[in-house]
């Protein structure tokens, strides 16, 4: 058991207090393994890691399980958006280019494979 010594705060989440016999001892505050983890999970999914990798570093056997880690924030949300109005305009302008594989000759109809 530890009994704070006046809660000297050393450095950001970490704070200085007595052991039962009276040793000063570090500990953390506010910061659990298991939010380190959490953190990691993040991390790595937002880096482009495989998930299948993800579940395995992060010891998790079922999707579902990892499902609860996969913290979605509202930048996801508008990262995703991003990337989806991105890519309908690269569709769109591509869909306005006239294909370079064929061209038309008079009515036949010709490409660069040969007639078709």
């Known amino acids: ?18 052991d039962r016999k009276g040793r000063v001892r ?16 993040r991390n ?22 990892f499902e ?3 913290i979605i924030s509202e930048a996801d949300i508008t990262e995703a958006s991003s990337k989806i109005e991105e890519g ?3 569709s769109a302008a591509n869909l306005a280019k006239p294909s370079a594989t064929t061209s038309t000759t008079g009515s036949k109809r010709v490409s660069k494979f040969g007639a078709a």
């Not at 058991?1 to 007595?18: C, F, N, S």
């Open 1 to 18: 058991m530890l009994i704070p010594v006046a809660h000297i705060q050393t450095r950001r989440g970490v704070v200085k207090e007595k």
């Open 26 to 41: 570090e500990k953390w505050q506010g910061l659990v393994l298991h939010d380190l983890r959490r953190s990691a999970a």
């Open 44 to 65: 790595m999914r937002r880096y482009g890691v495989d998930e299948g990798v993800i579940m395995q570093i992060g010891g998790w056997k079922t999707r579902s399980v």
């Open 68 to 70: 609860r880690y996969n």
């Open 88 to 90: 309908q305009r690269r």
